[in-house]
């Protein structure tokens, strides 16, 4: 057996290391107090501007925050929850405005940093330090067997990346990684540089986040997306929020929610913690939010254990398909089932057969809440489910998600107003970069076009995901690791393989507008571009330009910067990937080919030219995003219940039930983000909402199992992950807060807990890192050493 004790520094308190000007403190011994059973309201806007958490000039900030999400200023640039149409004066939240002052920041890297900060010693440092360091300004070198970056001009940069990617066998020895904050335009661009270039190696951080969504609804109703627009939630009846914490991280959500809730809908929450926004919400920009209780928002809550969806679904649905066996014609949609759906007998005969004991070991709940839920179902007539990470970070991710088609479809809840499923996504364009094409399997019709489009042949054989590019770079398939944004190495699972498989790559290069842990782990030679971030004003040859991204609800609008870039030498990443391409592509016999892309850089507009003559849906997409509010893109099963599949109908699909296998004296970890955290940024190490300050090296245990264990509240323990490969993945060191959470399901931060994960454990068909239910052992930690008082 093998040891990975990872070295990543968690929750240390770093004597002698500078802090940015009020950073809080991080110490090993968090404080500690009762969770919130609400969320939000002034205490939450307030705490947004507390300098401590960004340091960054007053009026900078607040001339920003004013231009936020609204139709002549930016996107917000952290989730993707949609806005209003009928837009408020202060239209942003909490965590929108920690992520506007991180990366507005007036801080920079100055030069001499690279010289006193040898990679080695940021592989030392913690997130939330090298996220503290400020704005990357300049592009930097590490050579081959240095220990220094060393800044270098931009076309020595591009000419070092030309020199490996040109050098290389072939072009699928290369991967090309993207995260969710690249706008259209970028995102286009790169993708048609890396097929031009030659390979479909574009994985994403998707990969790791809503790719079980895609993969269940593509094959049930043909479209990834979600079913339901804005203003479906205050038409709907019922909503139910599974697998979600919107008040962290999608905290505008609950305003959208306080409003349905208002028009009389019912709210029901799943799952295993009791998470403060779902609970109870104070709206702070109502009266009654700021001075009264707030509104409470679930209705019921249905406290699962972690991975118990698929069985709740599954003994809903029987209940509902029940009710139309007592009451025959008068449950199920049946004109809605005949016309536009296959498969509800071999449905109907698999949920006869299931066993209800095994729905409450699954679930861990009793009968009578399971009956609540089927009958607010059935009582309801427009039915929304929304879902995040809860259910997509699962083994069973895919089938779990096609069960909660199943029971929308039942009763027509997909293409009528106030109905339909609706995946809540995680980054600002996480969705509009696959409409773009960033998805290393996109289908050969889009290939077709950009064939047709540009004169060229782009490669049709898949390329590799996330997971996949980890392996290929372990085995040296692939040597070159390049990112538009993202800390692939932070975000992906089983950090100490997946480190050791970066290290091997010939280069890695981050675009990238702050540091992070991908910037310390590298490449025998690795490179650093910073680009200018979404709150900045983009200036290019044929002057000021916007950009365009799509939110969750598949409305695409522009954004705009608002303040003077952080440095003169930032460029856009549209200018980063058009010159990179011309560099590289211009040095093949043919020369960089038929694509201009000088003009791309002088001038957006070229690129929404050709993303109109692509990308279905985006015809005439100059004139379409320069509409007031935008425009939405076109989803059949949500416009006219015409439904993208093989047959043209939505099918009702057969999951097996598999119990998950969790030996006695162990327990079910998920990873889970803190109140003040960006995925594997970290503003500061706190989580208001769960009680935490000052540290983030906790682990959240059902006070129940606490007492099994033979362990307390306070006491400290390392975490090892029990995986059938042998490796004890540890992660040491963490304080236990006895807290609320389902039996036998544990809880602490991501990304400090992906040493955890296996990087074989993965969802299936999805291949998503299961980083909701890993199997843990907690041991106490060796006391710290006690100090011997002077004699
Ligand atoms: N402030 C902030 N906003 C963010 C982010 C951020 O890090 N910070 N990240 C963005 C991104 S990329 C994403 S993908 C989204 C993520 O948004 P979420 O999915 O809300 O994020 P997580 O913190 O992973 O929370 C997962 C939730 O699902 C619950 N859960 C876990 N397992 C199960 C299960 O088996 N069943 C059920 N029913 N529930 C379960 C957890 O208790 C938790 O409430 O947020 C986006 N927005
Ligand atoms: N254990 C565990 N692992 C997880 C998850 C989990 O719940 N549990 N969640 C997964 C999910 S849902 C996701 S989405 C992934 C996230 O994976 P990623 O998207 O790769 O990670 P982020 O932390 O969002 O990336 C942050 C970095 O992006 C860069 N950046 C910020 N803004 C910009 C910009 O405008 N342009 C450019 N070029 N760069 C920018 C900054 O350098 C910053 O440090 O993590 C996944 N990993
Ligand atoms: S809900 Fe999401 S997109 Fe909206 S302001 Fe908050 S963080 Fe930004
Ligand atoms: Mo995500």
């Not at 000021?544 to 990443?573: T, Y």
Request: proline share 7%; aromatic share 6%.
């Amino acid at each position: 057996m093998s040891t990975n004790t990872h070295p990543t520094p968690q929750g240390t308190s770093e004597p002698g290391v500078p802090r940015a000007a009020g950073a809080p403190e991080e110490g090993p011994d968090p404080e500690v107090r009762p969770p919130r059973q609400w969320a939000a309201g002034v205490p939450g806007i307030l705490h947004a501007l507390d300098p401590s958490l960004h340091g960054m000039g007053v009026a900078r900030s607040a001339k920003l925050l004013l231009r936020m999400n609204h139709q002549h200023g930016f996107d917000c640039m952290s989730c993707a929850w949609p806005d209003p149409d009928r837009r408020k004066a202060a239209e942003f939240c909490e965590n929108g405005a920690k992520a506007v002052n991180w990366e507005a920041t007036p801080l920079t890297i100055h030069p001499a940093f690279w010289r006193d900060n040898p990679v080695s010693s940021l592989r030392g440092r913690t997130e939330h330090w090298l996220g503290q360091q400020g704005r990357l300004v300049d592009p930097v070198y590490k050579a081959p067997g240095s220990d220094l970056y060393t800044p270098v001009t931009w076309e020595q940069a591009f000419s070092i990346v030309a020199d490996h990617l040109t050098a290389l066998d072939t072009p699928d020895q290369a991967v090309f990684y993207t995260s969710g904050r690249a706008s259209n335009e970028a995102a286009f661009a790169y993708q048609l540089f890396v097929r031009a270039f030659g390979t479909n190696n574009l994985p994403d951080c998707s990969n790791m986040c809503h790719e079980s969504t895609g993969a269940a609804m593509g094959d049930t109703i043909g479209v990834g997306k979600s079913t339901v627009l804005y203003d479906d939630f205050e038409q709907a009846d019922l909503i139910v929020i599974m697998g979600q914490n919107p008040g962290t991280n999608h905290p505008r959500m609950l305003t959208a929610l306080e409003d349905a809730k208002g028009k009389g809908a019912q709210i029901v929450a799943v799952n295993p913690l009791p998470e403060a926004g779902l609970l109870r919400y104070k709206n702070p920009q109502r009266p009654r939010g700021i001075l009264g209780r707030g509104t409470q928002l679930a209705d019921q809550f249905l406290q699962v254990r972690l991975g118990g969806d698929m069985a709740l679904l599954q003994a809903v649905s029987k209940r509902v398909l029940d009710a139309e066996d007592a009451a025959p014609g008068t449950v199920l949609d049946h004109a809605f089932l005949a016309e536009h759906t296959t498969g509800l007998d071999a449905l109907r005969a698999h949920l006869a057969a299931l066993d209800e004991d095994e729905v409450l070991r699954a679930t861990g709940l009793r009968t009578e809440e399971i009956d609540e839920l089927a009958d607010r179902y059935l009582a309801a007539d427009r039915v929304i489910i929304t879902w995040a990470m809860g259910l997509t970070q699962h083994k069973k991710a895919v089938p779990t998600i096609k069960e909660v088609i199943n029971l929308l479809l039942l009763r027509g809840n997909i293409g009528k107003p106030g109905a339909g499923a609706s995946p809540i996504r995680g980054h600002s364009n996480v969705q509009g970069d696959r409409t773009m094409g960033i998805w290393e399997q996109m289908p050969a019709s889009f290939l077709d076009a950009l064939d047709a489009e540009f004169g060229i042949t782009v490669p049709r054989h898949h390329g590799l995901d996330a997971v996949d590019s980890i392996r290929a770079l372990a085995d040296g398939r692939a040597k070159v690791l390049f990112a538009l944004g993202g800390n692939l190495v932070g975000a992906i699972s089983d950090t100490t393989a997946a480190e050791a498989a970066v290290s091997r790559a010939a280069l890695t290069v981050q675009v990238s507008t702050k540091l992070n842990r991908s910037h310390a782990v590298t490449g025998d030679a690795a490179l650093i571009l910073p680009c200018l971030g979404r709150t900045e004003i983009d200036r290019q040859g044929s002057g000021e330009q916007f950009v365009s991204v799509e939110d969750s609800v598949c409305a695409v609008h522009a954004s705009r910067g608002a303040v003077e870039p952080v440095g003169p030498n930032l460029l856009s990443e549209v200018a980063i990937v058009s010159r990179l391409a011309r560099e590289v592509l211009g040095r093949r016999p043919q020369g960089d080919g038929p694509v201009d892309w000088a003009a791309f850089e002088r001038d957006y507009d070229t690129i929404r030219d050709h993303i109109a003559a692509v990308v279905p849906g985006c015809e005439d997409y100059n004139a379409k995003i320069r509409r007031e509010s935008g425009f939405v893109l076109p989803h059949g099963p949500r416009d006219s219940r015409t439904f993208p599949t093989s047959d043209g109908k939505a099918h009702l699909t057969v999951n097996a039930l598999e119990a998950i296998d969790l030996p006695a004296g162990r327990l079910l970890l998920q990873t889970v983000r803190a109140h003040d955290q960006f995925n594997t940024t970290v503003y500061a190490p706190n989580d208001r909402y769960r009680g935490i300050k000052h540290g983030r090296a906790v682990v959240f245990v059902n006070p129940d199992d606490l007492a099994d264990l033979g362990l307390a509240d306070g006491d400290r323990v390392d975490l090892h992950g029990e995986h059938t490969d042998g490796v004890d993945r540890v992660l040491p060191g963490l304080r236990v807060v006895a807290y609320p959470s389902a039996r036998g399901c544990a809880a602490t931060y991501f990304p400090e807990a992906n040493v955890l994960v296996p990087l074989d454990a993965v969802a299936e068909t999805s291949n998503t890192p299961v980083s909701k239910a890993v199997v843990v052992r907690l041991e106490r930690a060796p006391e710290p050493a006690v100090v011997p008082a002077p004699a």
